[in-house]
C-alpha cells in the first residue's frame, strides 16, 4: 500500500504600501502518494481563505458572512487588487495538521462562523479574520496572537505557529508545486 504524505503552502498577498484592507493570509493543503507526488484518488487541493464573502474588506464592520474561497480563486483576486503574492513552502506536514485543516474548512462552510477583521473578542468560535480563519485549528489550547500584524508578517507567523507540525525542519518540498497549480501567477517564495 502506498504512503501518503501531506502538504502545505501558506500564502500572503499584500500592495506594497501594506494596507489590512489590502492583505490577506491564505493557505492550501494537499494529500500526495508517495512517490509519484501526484494526489491521492479523489482528493483535491484543499485550502483556508477566510475572506468577506463580498470580497470587500472593511476594517471596522461588525462581523458578516464569510467565504473560504478556492486557491484559484484567490489568487485572481489578489492579482486583481494589484497585490505581491508570496508564498511559504510547500513543506510536508503531519497528517495531523491536515485533518485539522479539513474539519476546519467543514466548519467555516457551515456558516456557523462569520469574518470580522478585529476579530479579539470573536474568535475562534463566532467569528475571524483571514489569519485566525487559518490557524485557529485547536492543535493547541493557545491561540496565535498576531497583533496587528498583516499580510506577509502575518502568514510568516502562521508558518512559525504551525513549525511542530511541519516534518524536514521546514525544508520546502519544490518537486510538488505542481500539486497547487501555481505556474500561472507570480509569487515570489519565502523562507520561514
Same mark, same amino acid.
Given at each position: 500500500m502506498a504512503r501518503v504524505d501531506f502538504f502545505m503552502v501558506v500564502f500572503a498577498s499584500q500592495r506594497n504600501v501594506n494596507w489590512?484592507? +489590502?492583505?490577506?493570509t491564505f493557505g492550501? +493543503?494537499?494529500a500526495a502518494v508517495n512517490g509519484t507526488k501526484s494526489l491521492i484518488d479523489g482528493a483535491e487541493v484543499i485550502g483556508i481563505s477566510w475572506l468577506p464573502k463580498t470580497l470587500d474588506i472593511q476594517l471596522n464592520s461588525p462581523p458578516e458572512p464569510g467565504n473560504n474561497f478556492g486557491l484559484t480563486d484567490?489568487?485572481?483576486w489578489a492579482e486583481n487588487l494589484?497585490?505581491?503574492i508570496s508564498a511559504w513552502g510547500p513543506y510536508q506536514i503531519k497528517k495531523e495538521l491536515y485533518d485539522k485543516v479539513? *474539519? *476546519?474548512v467543514t466548519n467555516l462552510k457551515s456558516g456557523s462562523i462569520q469574518y470580522v477583521v478585529r476579530d479579539g473578542p470573536y474568535r475562534p468560535d463566532r467569528a475571524t479574520n483571514c489569519i485566525h480563519g487559518?490557524? /485557529?485549528?485547536?492543535l493547541?489550547?493557545?491561540l496565535l496572537q498576531t497583533g496587528a500584524a498583516h499580510g506577509e508578517r502575518a502568514s510568516a507567523m502562521v508558518v512559525r505557529y504551525f513549525r511542530p507540525w511541519i516534518l524536514d525542519a521546514g525544508e520546502s518540498h519544490s518537486?510538488?508545486? /505542481?500539486? +497547487?497549480?501555481?505556474k500561472d501567477y507570480r509569487i515570489v517564495v519565502r523562507n520561514s
Open positions: 489590512p484592507r +489590502f492583505s490577506h492550501a +493543503f494537499a484567490t489568487l485572481d494589484g497585490a505581491r479539513c *474539519r *476546519r487559518l490557524s /485557529d485549528l485547536g493547541t489550547a493557545r518537486e510538488v508545486v /505542481d500539486l +497547487f497549480h501555481l
